[in-house]
């Protein structure tokens, strides 16, 4: 009989991938001009810097399997930050504008949380 199970562990590197990716692109447009973002997100620059940075080593992190579960749950309680500023501060939906609702933070979360779970898998450099 054919188990997809065997796959499991391709399937954690598939989602560490897109999951970094996405942090990290966050991050480093974050750090491009943190002077636009810090306005966007209304937080002051140094903080602002920081988040980027932060999301983009624990996307590194993610990507090459280092520290994983670290780094996850830095980026989720990036996440959850997001959520809270978006229900909080700008009064935003589960959909919002445009699709700029925190279902995507959610959703980078659930992720995330999966990937904590598992340590990242059997393809991580180190745990």
């Known amino acids: ?4 199970t ?10 560490r991938l897109m999951v970094g ?10 750090l491009k001009d943190p002077d636009a973002r810090s306005k966007n997100i209304e937080m002051n620059k140094p903080f602002t810097v ?5 999301e983009a080593l624990g996307a590194l992190g993610l990507i090459v399997g280092v520290l994983t579960q670290l780094a996850g749950i830095g980026l989720m309680l990036i996440s959850l930050g ?7 501060a700008w009064h935003t939906g ?5 699709a700029a609702g925190w279902h995507y933070d959610l959703m980078l979360i659930v ?15 180190m745990a």
């Open 1 to 4: 009989m054919f188990h997809l």
């Open 6 to 15: 065997q796959f499991t562990d391709i399937g954690l590197l598939l989602l």
């Open 21 to 30: 990716v996405v942090f990290f692109t966050s991050g480093w447009n974050t």
């Open 50 to 54: 920081f988040l980027g940075v932060a």
């Open 82 to 88: 997001a959520i809270w500023k978006k229900i909080a």
């Open 94 to 98: 589960f959909w919002g504008e445009n």
């Open 111 to 125: 992720m995330t949380a999966v990937i904590v779970a598992a340590d990242g898998g059997r393809y991580v450099l």
